[in-house]
């Protein structure tokens, strides 16, 4: 089972991995940083951008009142920030409410299990009918279907996710 002082060291490994990201890509052109490399979210700078997006979406998952939740489906998260400067500053802002988080946890906060359905594989709707933000309409390209499995993680498509605190 992972405890708090895993998850703070994890937050804290995360954001010294992004700023020697960020150093690393400081004088790289914005035409190489969009263009499309054949990356699995085409170019360099949408890749870094939904990384940031899925970030925020479980962020805010775990804490709804620091983190908010990204506008966009994942589809639109290629297109987060528009240059790497901007998201050099969203990314410095997002590990830092990581850290922040990280920092506010107890062992008892890491206890039980938690319930994740995915909207994408046609789960259950979130608790209280709220309407969730990052649900896309299909895509039939066999680009993005890779895309939508790999989000859901093992099992099968529109199986339940459980994702237990024991990380397993």
């Known amino acids: ?30 035409e190489v940083l969009r263009a499309d490399h054949a990356a699995f979210f085409g170019s360099i700078l949408g890749t870094l951008n939904h990384l940031l997006w899925a970030d925020r979406v479980w962020m805010h998952r775990l804490a709804p009142d620091l983190v908010s939740a990204p506008d966009g489906s994942i ?9 790497v400067g901007v998201w050099t500053a969203e990314r410095f802002a997002t590990d830092g409410r990581i850290r922040h988080w990280a920092e506010a946890l107890h062992a008892l906060d890491l206890t039980g299990e938690m319930t994740i359905a995915s909207r994408l594989a046609g789960g259950d709707a979130p608790a209280r009918g709220v309407r969730d933000p990052y649900v896309q309409p299909p895509d039939p390209s066999p680009r993005a279907g890779a895309r939508d499995d790999d989000a859901l993680g093992p099992g099968s498509p529109g199986q339940r996710s459980v994702c237990h605190a024991q990380g397993e």
């Open 1 to 30: 089972m992972i405890d708090p002082g895993y998850a703070r060291t994890m937050a804290r490994y995360n954001a010294w991995q992004n700023a020697q990201l960020s150093e690393a890509l400081d004088g790289v052109s914005l």
């Open 75 to 83: 589809a639109q998260s290629v297109d987060l920030c528009p240059t």
